[in-house]
């Protein structure tokens, strides 16, 4: 499929951004092979009482706090629209309270999670994106953060130079391991609001998946890699065919895409709630 899209590319004058693209796509792989093994989970807790998981493990999962959090919470700023604008807000703020049906309680905080959708949508004047945790969650990570030890910052210690987010993982990673068929679930919710036929409106999308025991499959790796072999299968048939690199939104502005996707997933067990609010 790559390839494929590199020669469609390169037809329409793209060529060299696609080989681009893909050689860098092949260096992140590389390094986080190397580097993160067994990354298993994002945006998502483990499949353990609340009660538990807040006393006894930090469960930020590694691939998120690796890739995301300590750069997120320790330096950069998150990115939302507000009136129309692109504004940025500190990491871990806006926290609230999210209660779900067969869940219970979760922390929801802003996180840098909109990506080109501040810039593919600019009709949508006002965009945030949340991410969703166990109860304590913010609270254990802010305590990392300002007591320095996401710092990437060298510091002497006994005659050795030490990164203190390096000696943070190595004691915390062994700890956030799933142990063999240990379950996990994901929670997904995507809330709109605006005007339609003249009124107010608000529509509400859910999904609430959890491990797969007879396949052994965790349900980040599910909806995650699912939605991905579903996009493979929709361009295969030509369902989209535009030259490129694309972000997901794309696939909305092509007819049947969405539904095909939505369906891929439904077969799988991950079926998409929809309710509608007036």
């Not at 930090?58 to 691939?63: G, K, M, P, T, Y």
């Not at 929801?108 to 949508?124: H, K, N, V």
């Not at 005659?159 to 062994?174: F, I, K, N, Q, S």
Request: charged share 25%; glycine share 10%.
């Amino acid at each position: 499929v790559q390839q494929g899209g590199a020669d469609q590319a390169t037809k329409d004058g793209d060529g060299d951004r696609m080989q681009d693209f893909l050689a860098g796509r092949r260096r992140i792989d590389q390094q986080r092979n190397q580097g993160y093994a067994r990354r298993q989970r994002r945006h998502q807790h483990r499949g353990q009482a609340f009660e538990t998981a807040a006393n006894h493990q930090l469960a930020s999962e590694r691939h998120a706090l690796l890739q995301g959090q300590v750069d997120v919470v320790a330096d950069l700023q998150d990115a939302v629209a507000r009136g129309g604008r692109i504004v940025t807000e500190p990491a871990l703020a806006g926290l609230e309270w999210r209660e779900f049906p067969g869940i219970g309680s979760l922390e929801a905080f802003l996180t840098d999670g909109l990506r080109s959708l501040l810039t593919t949508m600019p009709q949508i004047p006002e965009m945030r994106e949340l991410t969703l945790r166990y109860p304590g969650h913010v609270a254990k990570v802010q305590l990392l953060r300002d007591s320095g030890f996401l710092s990437s910052e060298a510091l002497e210690v006994s005659g050795t130079r030490v990164r203190p987010v390096d000696l943070a993982l190595r004691l915390l990673l062994p700890h956030w391991e799933f142990a063999p068929g240990e379950p996990d679930l994901t929670v997904f919710e995507v809330i709109v609001e605006g005007v339609e036929k003249g009124g107010r409106v608000r529509r509400v999308f859910f999904f609430l998946d959890r491990f797969d025991a007879a396949t052994g499959t965790l349900s980040m790796a599910r909806t995650t890699g699912y939605t991905g072999t579903a996009i493979v299968r929709l361009v295969a048939r030509g369902l989209f065919h535009r030259p490129g690199i694309h972000p997901p939104e794309h696939l909305a502005t092509a007819p049947g895409c969405v539904d095909f996707v939505l369906g891929e997933l439904a077969a799988r067990g991950i079926r998409l709630a929809e309710r509608r609010e007036s």
